[in-house]
């Protein structure tokens, strides 16, 4: 069984940056395709960022490209994502998600297994 633990969410002004943490359980997540989606308050769950088993692709949603980068650490088991630039918009509650499979994918239905997710409050 998979488990997926998000951390680093918090309160940050406009402007400032946060890193997400999401850490894995489990033997099989060097081949896993891993993503982050985000629920923001009376809205629908969006994606954000996906990352291939492999590390080396990477996909964005427009809103976040440019200022959002995730990053995986197979060694530690843990993919990332940098923040960078936030904007009272990225106030939601963010989720990590991974599937067995190359990836990356952009549709959550694509993910096996979710995290708790871990809450970004963004001041203006």
């Known amino acids: 069984q998979v488990q997926l633990t998000e951390s680093g969410g918090g309160l940050v002004q406009a402007g400032g940056s946060l890193r997400l943490s999401c850490v894995a359980s489990g033997r099989f997540f060097t081949r896993f395709a891993m993503a982050w989606f985000r629920r923001a308050p009376a809205k629908e769950r969006e994606f954000v960022a996906a990352?291939?088993?492999?590390?080396?692709?990477?996909v964005y949603a427009d809103p976040v490209k440019g200022r959002f980068t995730m990053s995986r650490d197979s060694g530690t088991d843990k993919v990332y994502l940098q923040m960078n630039s936030l904007k009272s918009e990225d106030t939601a509650v963010y989720y990590c998600?991974?599937?067995?499979?190359?990836?990356?994918?952009?549709?959550?239905?694509?993910?096996?297994?979710w995290g708790q997710g871990t809450e970004v409050t963004v001041s203006s």
């Open positions: 990352i291939n088993w492999s590390g080396e692709e990477t």
């Open positions: 998600a991974g599937s067995r499979g190359s990836g990356p994918w952009i549709v959550d239905t694509d993910y096996e297994y």
